[in-house]
């Protein structure tokens, strides 16, 4: 069965590094998007994205933040300059194409841990 | 702006027992509704979801939910729980679809945990 993959599954990083977090949508979706879950707080959602635009985005998303689709399979998400906050679960989704609402898939998640 | 509440943080039950999970949302339009499921070292796996018609949805592993328009409440349920279910629900809802997708509000997750 098809799923959306991510890698790695954990990120130890410095304040203020770079980090790129990475996705493998699901083959035929056009829809990507990423959600993050600090530790024991709610599931929140960042960025969605489609036809290589961002579509929708959240007030988490800053100008720290980008995303991007570099080849037909990759999906990544780019924290420029990590803060100690942006520790989480980092999670990536993606939906198939089609009229009407089509479900999101869920990758397992990237733990990223900002020291 | 869209909320979801889920009232309890932590559910314990015995094996066999009946299980009901809160979810109450607030929108104000029309929304589509879901119950996820998160296993450990897992992603989040749909297990059911509401999008018009009948207000009793069934979905995967015997759970099923309740629309309730006038309560705003989507409480998930199963008549008789295995060790297996234990794991994160989480409660989630949409305001629809657009051409550019849709996003998520999630509610914070219920840890269910089935004692034997």
């Known amino acids: 069965e098809p799923e959306v993959t991510q890698t790695p599954s954990h990120q130890v990083t410095q304040m203020g590094q770079e980090v790129i977090l990475r996705c493998v949508p699901i083959s035929n979706h056009l829809y990507f998007y990423w959600y993050r879950q600090i530790l024991g707080q709610k599931v929140e959602f960042l960025v969605s994205f489609y036809n290589n635009e961002i579509s929708e985005k959240s007030e988490i998303f800053d100008d720290q933040f980008s995303v991007e689709r570099p080849d037909g399979s990759n999906f990544t998400l780019k924290i420029r300059s990590t803060k100690l906050e942006d520790s989480a679960m980092y999670f990536c989704a993606s939906s198939a194409p089609g009229g009407g609402y089509n479900e999101q898939f869920f990758g397992p998640g990237t733990r990223l841990t900002v020291l | 702006a869209q909320s979801v509440t889920q009232l309890d943080s932590q559910v314990p039950v015995f094996e066999e027992a009946p299980v009901e999970l809160r979810c109450n949302y607030s929108s104000s339009v029309s929304v589509y509704l879901f119950w996820y499921v998160q296993y450990p070292n897992q992603g989040l796996q749909l297990l059911l979801k509401y999008l018009s018609g009948s207000t009793l949805v069934k979905g995967i592993n015997g759970f099923e939910a309740e629309f309730n328009k006038s309560q705003t409440s989507f409480h998930l349920r199963k008549p008789s729980v295995h060790i297996s279910d234990t794991a994160e629900y989480f409660c989630?809802?949409?305001?629809?679809?657009?051409?550019?997708?849709?996003?998520?509000?999630f509610g914070g997750g219920t840890r269910l945990m089935v004692k034997p």
């Open positions: 989630a809802v949409s305001d629809g679809w657009n051409n550019a997708g849709n996003m998520l509000t």
